[in-house]
């Protein structure tokens, strides 16, 4: 079974300010890991993607996350935040086997970006 | 544009209809996912179909919920008898399958149940 948990379902960061999106992974084989990114009655659109290769992965946009094993962690940051970077951000997570995509999606969370 | 296509975007329904709603997958993909976001929630997966087969509905609910994807067509997904908890947004993904990992996502439907 896989699961994802996203530590808080609010963020809120200045414009210019570093963006830290925490998400924590559960899974009994190794994960392929996503972000996704869905703005207002839209659909959700891929931020990047973590399948075995290199740790550190750069996705659209100036986003970048690191798969720490150690920490079953997926964190995503970005050094420098825009007003339009505003939308909610999903982590999900899907079995490294077979030919399937069932993506495990976390809760979800609301980054808002200040002036 | 050959990204996934759904619609309605919007649908309205009175308690005991029935809605349907239709997704048509990126060109070349023949792998569907349903999955149903409810409000300030995410997105909870529904059911996977290939072709003329359901290959994991372990999400569907039991009773009023279907799904089918024809030879031809798009794929369907269909509530009988809606009631108001089914108002959710169901977003349709495809992919080409071979163990890409990703998904790709329709705009979704928007069902109201009054």
């Known amino acids: 079974a896989q699961s994802v948990t996203q530590l808080g379902s609010h963020v809120s960061v200045s414009e210019g300010a570093l963006v830290l999106l925490r998400c924590n992974y559960s899974s009994s084989v190794p994960p392929y890991l996503f972000w996704y990114v869905q703005y207002p009655n839209q659909g959700l659109q891929l931020l990047l993607k973590y399948t075995s290769a290199a740790t550190l992965v750069k996705g659209i946009n100036g986003f970048e996350a690191e798969f720490k094993k150690s920490e079953t962690s997926f964190h995503l940051t970005k050094p420098s935040a825009h007003m339009s970077d505003a939308a909610e951000y999903f982590c999900a997570v899907s079995p490294l086997t077979g030919t399937a995509s069932k993506l495990t999606f976390g809760t979800g969370t609301r980054l808002q970006v200040t002036l | 544009n050959a990204g996934v296509m759904q619609n309605p975007r919007h649908l309205v329904r009175r308690r005991g209809q029935e809605a349907r709603l239709r997704c048509s997958p990126m060109?070349?993909?023949?792998?569907v996912y349903w999955y149903r976001q409810l409000p300030e929630e995410g997105l909870k997966f529904m059911v996977y179909l290939q072709k003329e087969n359901i290959i994991d509905e372990s999400g569907m609910p039991k009773e009023r919920f279907s799904a089918e994807f024809p030879k031809e067509g798009p794929s369907i997904l269909r509530i009988q008898q809606v009631v108001r908890g089914d108002s959710a947004a169901y977003f349709c993904a495809s992919s080409p399958g071979g163990g890409t990992g990703e998904l790709f996502f329709g705009e979704g439907s928007r069902l109201t149940v009054l």
């Open positions: 060109k070349g993909h023949s792998h």
